[in-house]
């Protein structure tokens, strides 16, 4: 069965640091890919998708992630982190045709003044 | 564009009461429709999704059930509300592709 592994479930940066959180996928057939971004108390926003038409990935918010298959990765970056980023970001997984999305687990991402 | 409504946004309950959660579409047509759980330390759980008009998938068995009355109305029920129903609730919609946009959410506390 299809997984995806955020690894670190909470991330700290300084304001203005880069931005990184991980995002590992298992499947023989690279899926669709989503970053969602969630606010406390709201629902799931979503950040920037993989559809196979480029391996980078620009999103809202400045944020961008890249494809890579020889790595199973979909990792998600910002060069510079502000305080409105701090939120928890999800990682999920799509298989052509199907209804489920498989979830990571989540990172809360934590930024210091 | 299309918007996603859910109604209440919090709701305190007792055990043993009944349950009516309300996720509406906006500005499309033939969405399929989705009922997500998020537990505390639990994830995002599918429990119900729908494809058209009286048509539910149940995801995982349990002490509710879903209905979808109209096109762009999804509706999530229980007769009898037990503890471990707590949680926050999102509803979902997708029109082709494969990216589902998600609902602001319910949060429902059962005492």
């Known amino acids: 069965a299809q997984s995806v592994t955020q690894l670190g479930s909470h991330v700290s940066v300084s304001e203005g640091a880069l931005v990184l959180l991980r995002c590992n996928y298992s499947s023989s057939v690279p899926p669709y890919l989503f970053w969602y971004v969630q606010y406390p108390n709201q629902g799931l926003q979503l950040l920037l998708k993989y559809t196979s038409a480029a391996t980078l990935v620009k999103g809202i918010n400045g944020f961008e992630a890249e494809f890579k298959k020889s790595e199973t990765s979909f990792h998600l970056t910002k060069p510079s982190a502000h305080m409105s980023d701090a939120a928890e970001y999800f990682c999920?997984?799509?298989?052509?045709?199907?209804?489920?999305?498989?979830f990571g687990k989540g990172t809360k991402l934590t930024v210091n003044p | 564009s299309q918007t996603i409504h859910q109604w209440p946004a919090t709701l305190v309950q007792p055990v043993g009461s009944p349950l009516s959660l309300e996720c509406t579409v906006e500005?499309?047509?033939?969405?399929?429709l989705y009922w997500y759980r998020q537990a505390a330390g639990r994830g995002l759980q599918l429990l119900f999704y729908?494809?058209?008009?009286?048509?539910i998938s149940s995801e995982v068995p349990q002490n509710l059930s879903a209905s979808r009355p109209q096109d762009r109305q999804f509706i999530l029920s229980s007769k009898k509300l037990l503890l471990s129903d707590s949680g926050f609730y999102l509803c979902?919609?997708?029109?082709?592709?494969?990216?589902?946009?998600f609902g602001p959410g319910t949060r429902l506390l059962v005492l």
């Open positions: 500005g499309t047509s033939n969405p399929n």
């Open positions: 999920v997984a799509s298989q052509g045709g199907s209804e489920k999305l498989v």
């Open positions: 979902a919609w997708k029109t082709g592709g494969e990216t589902q946009y």
């Open positions: 729908s494809v058209g008009i009286g048509q």
